[in-house]
């Protein structure tokens, strides 16, 4: 795709994402997108096309481009209750990661003292290129005390977005910059403990710019084939959860097209 197609592509991907564009809802004519976005019709249909190859949209008719509505069997019950909090403590804290005790008290249950740790938010990407390979690090991690495989990713500083985030981690640990990222989930790896959202991006395309320039981050870049994760998956390879995540995103999506 050229720069137009990639800025068309970008936009209507953007629409979709944030719901101005929303589930069941129709695209503008092609006559009225080409005026709109300054584009050609051939140009714009490679656009639409790509958006049908990857879900995003559905075509009904000759020309209607429509947002999918996501299927949804269960309905969510609306008579149970949150949890009261009736207080907190903040037991230990510094720049990485605060350790808290909330008074709560569940629906039906006694008050008790509930272990909260909360850390900072990060993002993951997942990067392929033309080739369906996927840019990863092999590196060690101290904790679990293994070598394995990783996207690149990392904390959402202060006065920074989630998206402009990831892009950030992925130039400064592989040297390589995303021609572009989408968000696909923000999600809570222990939800029942640690309040850290991992918001994940996958993209497609990517320019060299140079070295890592995070030596403490960066590994062992490569580009790893697509269809040789689910070997490396079994044999307990991939590392961290906003990883298994995006990677099982991107699994889900080539079977799926």
């Known amino acids: 795709m050229g720069p137009k197609t990639t800025r068309v592509y970008r936009t209507l991907r953007e629409r979709i994402s944030t719901g101005k564009v929303g589930p069941g809802a129709k695209l503008p004519s092609e006559r009225a997108l080409v005026e709109e976005l ?19 949209l559905e075509v009904h008719g000759r020309s209607a481009y429509v947002v999918p509505a996501p299927a949804v069997s269960a309905a969510p019950p609306g008579d149970l209750e949150p949890w009261k909090v009736h207080g907190a403590r903040t037991v230990y804290d510094n720049r990485w990661v605060e ?18 740790v909360t850390l900072h938010q990060v993002a993951v990407a997942a990067v392929l290129d033309r080739e369906d390979r996927v840019l990863m690090l092999w590196r060690y991690r101290f904790v679990p005390r293994q070598w394995g495989w990783e996207l690149p990713g990392g904390i959402v500083e202060s006065g920074e977005g989630p998206e ?76 961290g959860s906003g990883t ?5 995103h991107l699994l889900a999506a080539r079977g799926a097209s």
């Open 38 to 56: 300054d584009i050609g019709r051939t140009a714009l249909r490679q656009v639409l096309a790509r958006l049908v190859a990857e879900g995003v």
């Open 164 to 239: 402009e985030a990831a892009l950030r981690e992925v130039e400064e640990e592989t040297g390589w910059r995303p021609d572009e990222l989408r968000h696909v989930v923000t999600f809570q790896p222990m939800i029942g403990m640690v309040d850290s959202p991992h918001a994940v991006f996958v993209g497609r395309g990517a320019r060299r710019t140079g070295e890592p320039a995070d030596a403490e981050e960066a590994g062992h870049v490569a580009w790893v084939p697509l269809s040789d994760i689910p070997a490396m998956m079994t044999r307990g390879e991939l590392m």
């Open 99 to 116: 350790l808290s005790l909330v008074d709560v008290e569940p629906p039906g249950v006694e008050r008790f003292a509930h272990h909260v």
């Open 244 to 248: 298994l995540v995006a990677l099982l």
